[in-house]
Nanobody, 124 residues
Framework: QVQLVESGGGLVQAGDSLRLSCLAS????????MGWFRQAPGKEREFVAS????????YYADSVKGRFTISRDNAKNMVYLQMNSLKPEDTAVYYC?????????????????WGQGTQVTVSS
C-alpha cells in the first residue's frame, strides 16, 4: 500500500520560512519522480515544484522560483520543500505526489499517488 505523509505546515507571518516534509512508503522511492502541488480555497490544484529520481534535475513554478527549494533523501524515502520569504498568496493546502516515472513532471496527470495534504497559512 502506497502512503505519502506530509508534515511541517502551519501558520506563519509574511517573510517567514517553513519546511515541508513528505515520507513515502510502498513505492520504489529512489526511482520515482516526486512533486509538490498546492490548492488554495476556490482554486484548482497547481504545480509548485518537482524533482527527478536522483535529485539532479528540478523544476519550479515561476511563482515560487528563487524562494522555494525542493530536495530529496533517497536513503530516508523523504522529499522536502523549503519555503522562504513566504507571502500571503502562498496560503494553500500543500500536497506531496509520487510520479509514474523517474523524471520531474509539471502536470497532475503524471502523478499516481497523493498525500493527504498539509495546510500552510501565511498572514500579512
Amino acid at each position: 500500500q502506497v502512503q505519502l505523509v506530509e508534515s511541517g505546515g502551519g501558520l506563519v507571518q509574511a517573510g517567514d520560512s517553513l519546511r515541508l516534509s513528505c515520507l513515502a512508503s510502498g513505492i520504489t522511492f529512489s526511482s520515482t519522480g516526486m512533486g509538490w502541488f498546492r490548492q488554495a480555497p476556490g482554486k484548482e490544484r497547481e504545480f509548485v515544484a518537482s524533482i527527478n529520481w536522483s535529485g539532479g534535475s528540478l523544476y519550479y513554478a515561476d511563482s515560487v522560483k528563487g524562494r522555494f527549494t525542493i530536495s530529496r533523501d533517497n536513503a530516508k524515502n523523504m522529499v522536502y520543500l523549503q519555503m522562504n520569504s513566504l507571502k500571503p498568496e502562498d496560503t494553500a493546502v500543500y500536497y506531496c505526489a509520487a510520479a509514474r516515472g523517474r523524471n520531474w513532471y509539471l502536470s497532475i496527470i503524471n502523478y499516481d499517488y497523493w498525500g493527504q495534504g498539509t495546510q500552510v497559512t501565511v498572514s500579512s
